[in-house]
T-cell receptor
Framework: EAGVAQSPRYKIIEKRQSVAFWCNPI?????LYWYQQILGQGPKLLIQ????????DSQLPKDRFSAERLKGVDSTLKIQPAKLEDSAVYLC??????????FGQGTRLTVV | QKEVEQNSGPLSVPEGAIASLNCTYS??????FFWYRQYSGKSPELIMF????GDKEDGRFTAQLNKASQYVSLLIRDSQPSDSATYLC????????FGQGTELSVKP
């Protein structure tokens, strides 16, 4: 069974630029999560989708972050404009009805 | 109050000892509880899940859940140097929330 796929693996951008991350969940998984993990901290939930709908986005900085999940499968997370404090690993995870979430390899973002 | 709290660590144990990792959560409606292991520079890896009060054993790992006390723990028996990692507690019940993680170091 293929795992969660994320791209790119690494990204370096200048502050005020925009960036987008892509995630393809495990086939059949209805729930998709985006987390931000800053070095030394636990993953922080940014947004959780159930199929096409948003379950929770209370921690998503909506003035600069946006996310979508078209057709209930792939998802894209965008940051525009990026700030220095957005430097982190962005993790995508997916789960089925049993709620056991599996993670992709993550995208390491550096904002300079 | 944080939704999911863990001992900040680091926790250091000698090889062969039992490592005990603890986690408390604030939402009484939480229904599912997970332990993830994260090696440096890698993504979290699911190692245990528990849904009911009591103990659940899987090899050297035992997860313990006490919903009345809003407490979940992970015991690692016969700790090995390869167990050295950060252990993340996650709690689900609508949304999946992680604690800050506890760094475990197993000394040979």
């Amino acid at each position: 069974e293929a795992g969660v796929a994320q791209s790119p693996r690494y990204k370096i951008i200048e502050k005020r630029q925009s960036v987008a991350f892509w995630c393809n969940p495990i086939s059949g998984h209805a729930t998709l999560y985006w987390y931000q993990q800053i070095l030394g901290q636990g993953p922080k939930l940014l947004i959780q989708f159930q199929n096409n709908g948003v379950v929770d986005d209370s921690q998503l900085p909506k003035d600069r972050f946006s996310a979508e999940r078209l057709k209930g499968v792939d998802s894209t997370l965008k940051i525009q404009p990026a700030k220095l404090e957005d430097s982190a690993v962005y993790l995508c995870a997916s789960s089925d009805v049993r709620a056991e979430a599996f993670f992709g390899q993550g995208t390491r973002l550096t904002v300079v | 109050q944080k939704e999911v709290e863990q001992n900040s660590g680091p926790l250091s144990v000698p090889e062969g000892a039992i490592a005990s990792l603890n986690c408390t959560y604030s939402d009484r409606g939480s229904q599912s509880f997970f332990w993830y292991r994260q090696y440096s520079g890698k993504s979290p890896e699911l190692i245990m899940f528990i849904y009911s009060n009591g103990d659940k054993e899987d090899g050297r790992f035992t997860a313990q859940l006490n919903k009345a006390s809003q407490y979940v723990s992970l015991l690692i028996r016969d700790s090995q140097p390869s167990d050295s990692a950060t252990y993340l507690c996650a709690v689900g019940g609508g949304k999946l929330i992680f604690g800050q993680g506890t760094e475990l170091s197993v000394k040979p």
